[in-house]
Structures are given as structure tokens and as C-alpha cells.
């Protein structure tokens, strides 16, 4: 029943696969005005201030089990939403605080979820890596790598099914590029032409593993190319040039064209979770990208060069944020943990 309905999905093709765009090409990056420089910035910004803080949380044995954090990755879904609208879906792996937050979700609930307590936004009994908003059209949060690439295509699936023109976000990693129902999905979203976004998250790293140590193939924009998805390198430090490229996919995606691979160049600053011992790369790489690469360093030079900021209106911001991410660790901190007689509610047994 439900394979039948997706054939006939199909006539979502408008056009045939020779008018896609060639695998990894690299647009001129696009300029951004003042008013979208400093939304990039205020939310990059929160990403940063909030990882900075569950860090430091977990050190303080607030925040149990595990905690990965998107530091040095900002851009990636702070460019992606900017191009986004509302009723599109996101999916992502474990490494999910970032996309919750450009999603809208409240700080306050996140952080109440990473410490385990009542309000939290899986009432303190998902954590860090199981989260979920329907309203924000957040679908998780998952901790089995590369599962919520298959998720994600069904999320897709379910906007064609349905008629609208939303499009589904699918985030995953390096790592989870390998996995094999990667390819099982890719195969069926250009079977049906299924309104999906893979973004492929390349930090260079699957836990301590390089990427040249783990795949054949390391241009993952090339991945799609046996199922005639078309793909393109994007360079995931720079939010702007995230940013026209996901305009680019979603817009295919919209139209009805099928699917389409992002594969963001993005590096993580920190351990893979809060243990690492940091042995499979020098301290001098994380250096030179930090210095050379930072996301956010990168807009406020260009805000500060530009005079569309002062050193002053850019502090307020940080102020600004940090008073958020205070608020709501002081909540998390707080909240009382779930009543013993929740055990069995909302999970499946
Ligand atoms: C199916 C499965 N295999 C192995 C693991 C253990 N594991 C957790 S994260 C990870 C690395 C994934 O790396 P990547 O996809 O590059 O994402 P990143 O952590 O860099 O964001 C592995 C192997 C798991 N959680 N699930
Ligand atoms: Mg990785």
C-alpha cells in the first residue's frame, strides 16, 4: 500500500536528472547584509555560549551519560535554517544541541533535559542525545549512527505523501556516511524523488578515526552518484556560503527534483563526547582552525571591517546571550528530577 502510493510520487519530477547540477561544485561565496551577518552571529553565538556551559555543567557532574558538543560546527545549522521555513523537518544524530536551538527550542528545556529534570524537553528521561519538538519539527536526537538517515528520508516521504512542499533536513556525519542504510535510503529518495536535504556533516572525525583512515571515497559530495543524486562541497565554516547552498538544495528539493547532498566541510573543537583522549590529532590543527576557521570569528571581523557593528554592540549581544544560557542553567540546575512514579511513563517497554 504505502510502496504503491510512493511510486506514484513519481510525477514529482519536473525535470529529468540531466539538468542537475554537476557533483562538487564550488559557487563564489555570497555576501550576507548587515541585518543577516548579525542574525548569524547572535545565533551562532548562543550555540557557543550554551555548548560552552554544558561543558562545564558536565564537569560539575550536573549532566550524566553522554554529551557531544557542536563547538566549531555553528555555521552548519545556523546557514541551513536561514534558508529554511517553517513546517520544514530536521533530523540529526547525537550531536543535536545546536539544532535544536537555531530550531527556537528553549534553552531552558534543552539544558533542563541534559541534567535530567522534569522540564526538560523529554521530561528529563531522553538526555542529551533523545530530544524532540513537533512543533519545532524536530524529529531527534539519535544515538545509533547513521539511523537517522533512514528517519529522515521517511520524514520526506511523509511531505510528498501529504502534498506539501516542506522538505526534510537529514543531518549525519562523516562516519555515519558509511553505514549502509545510507545507501538504502539514498537509493529510494531518488527512486521516488523524495524532498530530502542529506546534509553530511564532515568534521573529519568519526570518534577518533580520520576520515582518511575510514573511507575510499572522502569526497562526500560524490556519495550520490550511483543514484544519480546530485551533491556539492560546501565550505561549513562560513555560514554565508552554507547558507546559498542550502537555499540551492532546498530549492530543488521544493520543486519536486528529488533529493540532494550538502557535504559541509566543519571541524569539531572539542573530544568527540566529554571523554576523549585527543591522541588521533595535534593540538596545533585544532589551533590553526580555531585561529584560521572560527565560524563566528569569521562575521565579526566582517561586521567590525564593515562598521555595520561596534566592539560595544557586539559585547551587548554576547551579553545578551549569556544571560539566556545562565537563565537556563540556573533552571536545569534546579528543576526537580522526575517523580519515581514517571518510570514507565512515555518510554516503550
Ligand atoms: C550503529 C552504531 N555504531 C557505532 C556507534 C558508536 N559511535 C558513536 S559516535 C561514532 C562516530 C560517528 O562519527 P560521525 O558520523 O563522523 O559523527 P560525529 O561524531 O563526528 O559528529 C561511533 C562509531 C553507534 N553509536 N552506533
Ligand atoms: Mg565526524
Not at 554529551?67 to 541551513?80: D, F, K, P, R, S
Not at 561596534?310 to 544560557?325: G, N, P, Q, T
Amino acid at each position: 500500500m504505502v510502496a504503491q502510493s510512493a511510486t506514484s510520487l513519481k510525477p514529482r519530477n519536473a525535470k529529468d536528472t540531466a539538468g542537475k547540477k554537476a557533483s562538487g561544485s564550488i559557487p563564489n561565496t555570497p555576501v550576507f547584509t548587515s541585518e543577516e551577518e548579525l542574525f548569524a552571529y547572535r545565533e551562532m553565538l548562543l550555540i557557543r555560549r550554551f555548548e560552552e556551559k554544558a561543558g562545564q555543567m558536565y564537569g560539575m557532574g550536573l549532566i550524566g551519560g553522554f554529551c557531544h558538543l557542536y563547538i566549531g560546527q555553528e555555521a552548519v545549522i545556523t546557514g541551513m535554517q536561514m534558508a529554511a521555513k517553517k513546517g520544514d523537518s530536521v533530523i540529526t544524530g547525537y550531536r543535536d544541541h545546536g539544532h535544536m536551538l537555531s530550531l527556537g527550542m528553549d534553552a531552558k528545556g534543552v539544558m533542563a533535559e541534559l541534567t535530567g529534570r522534569r522540564s526538560g524537553l523529554s521530561r528529563g528521561k531522553g538526555g542529551s542525545m533523545h530530544m524532540f519538538s513537533k512543533e519545532a519539527g524536530f524529529f531527534g536526537g539519535h544515538g545509533i549512527v547513521g539511523g537517522q538517515v533512514s528517519l529522515g528520508t521517511g520524514l520526506a516521504f511523509a511531505h510528498a505523501y501529504r502534498g506539501n512542499d516542506h522538505v526534510s533536513m537529514t543531518y549525519f556525519g562523516d562516519g555515519a556516511a558509511n553505514q549502509g542504510q545510507v545507501y538504502e535510503s539514498f537509493n529510494m529518495a531518488e527512486l521516488w524523488k523524495l524532498p530530502v536535504v542529506y546534509v553530511i556533516e564532515n568534521n573529519h572525525y568519526a570518534m577518533g578515526t580520520s576520515v582518511q583512515r575510514s573511507s575510499a571515497q572522502t569526497d562526500f559530495s560524490r556519495r550520490g552518484i550511483s543514484f544519480n543524486i546530485p551533491g556539492e562541497k560546501v565550505d561549513g565554516m562560513d555560514v554565508r556560503a552554507v547558507r546559498d547552498a542550502a537555499a540551492r538544495a532546498i530549492k530543488w528539493c521544493r520543486e519536486g527534483n528529488g533529493p540532494m547532498i550538502l557535504e559541509m566541510e566543519t571541524y569539531r573543537y572539542r573530544g568527540h563526547s566529554m571523554s576523549d583522549p585527543a591522541k588521533y590529532r595535534s593540538k596545533d590543527e585544532v589551533q590553526k582552525m580555531r585561529e584560521e576557521r572560527d565560524p563566528i570569528e569569521q562575521v565579526r571581523l566582517r561586521l567590525l571591517n564593515a562598521k555595520a557593528a561596534s566592539e560595544e554592540d557586539l559585547k551587548r549581544i554576547d551579553a545578551s546571550v549569556r544571560s539566556i544560557v545562565a537563565e537556563a542553567s540556573e533552571f536545569a540546575s534546579h528543576d526537580p528530577e522526575p517523580d519515581p512514579s514517571e518510570l514507565y511513563t512515555d518510554i516503550l517497554l
